[in-house]
């Protein structure tokens, strides 16, 4: 009996003893790390690269109209781009009254646009970011090949919506080269014809991820409807991939591009860390691992783009 008990008492004393440590998060402790985005494409310019900081403290808020994250913005960065051709561009820090193409490339949000650069296929393109005494670098190659996209097509997915309820959804047919393993991201953008059409589209864009990366292993020679999806997040808080829903009357421009293997398993990385199944520990949190020497988070890339404007 007299066992017993001190056995139980152990337990009790183990178990008072091992939960009642109190540790200080300190946010602040933790040394933030520039986080260096950019991209370089044969479309028209200019062409942008953010630098910011990534938050060290606990917290999701999000300041109103901001974007679509918290992220502190670095303006006073020296950014320069050159080609393997000679050409050397130095970035200009983008304006305030600058939304063009995109509403989320504001002014004061750490974005740097290209003033003279032309992106063109099959050539080699060198990054590099001053931040004080810190220098950042990077190199990015264009594929020197894009398949056309023929047509694009807007109809009712009675798989994905058997309702008919949601809107349209988009296809593109294009020719696939054979014989080599090729890696594609599809992506849209909504044109917006008046002030009401780009506010919708702007919201529109807070809260999904336009970003669908795939390679042509299981493609066919000619893929009759490759369709445009994205990455929702529910009201509960979970992330899905589907289509994107166009409204009657939208017009839009989709995009294939053409990447290397390095940018499409960042970009896939990044892809599963947005889906998840309402488990937190499914996919396991982390960061993609990008190509930006000297300890920045991030990723330079080039992309040789084929478009196609649809208007109904």
């Known amino acids: 009996m ?17 939960c009642t440590k109190d540790f200080d998060i300190d946010p602040g402790e933790a040394a933030p790390q520039y986080v260096i985005e950019g991209k370089i494409s044969n479309m028209r310019g200019p062409h942008y690269v953010r630098v910011t900081k990534a938050a060290n403290r606990l917290g999701t808020d999000m300041p109103p109209l901001s974007g679509v994250d918290n992220a502190e913005a670095i303006t006073g960065a020296l950014v320069i781009i050159r080609d393997d051709m000679g050409m050397t561009d130095t970035l200009r820090p983008v304006p305030q009254s600058n939304r ?8 004061d949000r750490g974005y740097y646009g290209t003033t003279r650069l032309t992106g063109i296929p ?10 004080g005494s810190k220098v950042f670098q990077a190199s990015a190659y264009m594929p020197a090949t894009a398949p056309v996209i023929d047509s694009v097509v807007l109809k009712k997915d009675p798989v994905a919506d058997p309702s008919g309820q949601r809107g349209d959804a988009a296809f593109a047919y294009f020719k696939e080269p054979r014989d080599e393993l090729n890696y594609y991201l599809l992506q849209h953008n909504i044109i917006a014809d008046s002030a009401f059409e780009a506010a919708r589209v702007y919201f529109s864009y807070t809260s999904v991820f336009p970003l669908y990366v795939f390679d042509d292993k299981t493609l066919s020679p000619y893929v009759e409807g490759m369709q445009l999806r994205t990455i929702f997040a529910d009201n509960f808080g ?38 998840d199944d309402g488990n937190v520990y499914r996919p396991t949190p982390a960061s993609p691992t990008g190509n930006i020497s000297g300890g920045a988070l991030g990723l330079f890339w080039a992309a040789n783009v084929s478009h196609k404007v649809y208007r109904p």
């Open 2 to 18: 007299n066992r017993r008990f001190y056995y139980l008492m152990g337990i009790l004393f183990l178990l008072a003893t091992g």
């Open 100 to 107: 063009r193409y995109n509403p989320l490339y504001m002014g």
């Open 122 to 131: 099959g050539h080699t393109y060198y990054l590099q970011v001053h931040i």
């Open 238 to 275: 979970n992330n899905r991939m589907e289509p994107y829903w166009f409204t009657p009357g939208d017009s839009l421009q989709v995009r294939l591009s053409s990447l290397t293997r390095n940018t499409y398993d960042y970009l896939k990385a990044l892809e599963k860390q947005f889906l």
